[in-house]
């Protein structure tokens, strides 16, 4: 499979369920991302992980859990989440970040989990 | 803080059309600049980019974007546009942040064509 792929597509859970969103990418890429988009509202970056290390944390409440096993895989640990965190949750990655400008930082995205919370 | 502006969030053109979608950045610094577009049912994926270079960027199926620095813009262009451009368009920086150029998006445009 090539790409950057999300598993699973679709998820319904209630307030206090805990459940994992899943980031695979086949690009040989060395940073990930997760972004959450909401209707009317502009996609919002919730974490950048570069060469397996959080890079950055954008305010993200601590019911969202990222863990980066390895640069190919992503995951994002949800855990007694609100009705407001019912979204759609991107991951993309790119070739690097490292503070070199050009092509590292083109992104390429999944198709993204439709979460709705309870 | 740093932000991106899209100034239309609806734009309905007919088939013919010329397109123009505004961007706007407030940062003083280097930046890397992009277009993405998410076709319906589809990823987002990237419609063009600006790093370095001429500052007018040829991108894929007749896009163009140019880059003004002066003013901190990176403006989309088609001029002729067709019903299977219907997408959502975003506009995305990459600001250098703590020596990482971190990624922030526009809350994207709506374009519909009507053939």
């Known amino acids: 499979e090539t790409g950057v792929t999300q598993t699973p597509r679709h998820l319904v859970m209630g307030m206090t369920n805990k459940k994992s969103l899943k980031c695979e990418q086949h690009l040989g890429h060395n940073a990930m991302y997760w972004y959450k988009q909401s209707a009317k509202k502009p996609l919002e970056l919730m974490f950048v992980?570069?060469?397996?290390?959080?890079?950055e944390n954008n305010s993200v409440p601590s019911r969202f859990s990222p863990e980066c096993p390895n640069s190919s895989h992503l995951f994002l640990h949800l855990h007694t989440l609100q009705p407001e965190d019912s979204a759609l949750y991107l991951c993309?990655?790119?070739?690097?970040?490292?503070?070199?400008?050009?092509?590292?930082?083109?992104?390429?995205f999944g198709p993204g989990t439709r979460l709705t919370v309870l | 803080a740093q932000s991106v502006s899209q100034h239309n969030h609806h734009v309905i053109l007919s088939e013919a059309a010329s397109l123009e979608l505004g961007c706007n950045y407030s940062?003083?610094?280097?930046?890397?600049l992009f277009w993405y577009v998410q076709y319906p049912g589809q990823h987002l994926q990237l419609l063009l980019k600006?790093?370095?270079?001429?500052?007018l960027v040829k991108g894929i199926k007749g896009f163009e974007a140019e880059f003004i620095k002066s003013k901190f813009s990176f403006n989309l262009r088609k001029p002729s546009v067709q019903w299977s451009d219907t997408a959502e368009y975003f506009c995305?920086?990459?600001?250098?942040?703590?020596?990482?150029?971190?990624?922030?998006f526009g809350r994207g445009t709506s374009l519909i064509v009507h053939p």
């Open positions: 940062y003083g610094g280097t930046v890397n």
């Open positions: 995305a920086v990459t600001l250098l942040s703590g020596g990482s150029y971190i990624p922030t």
């Open positions: 992980y570069s060469l397996e290390e959080r890079v």
């Open positions: 600006y790093f370095s270079g001429d500052p």
């Open positions: 993309a990655s790119s070739l690097g970040l490292a503070g070199v400008a050009g092509d590292r930082d083109e992104q390429f």
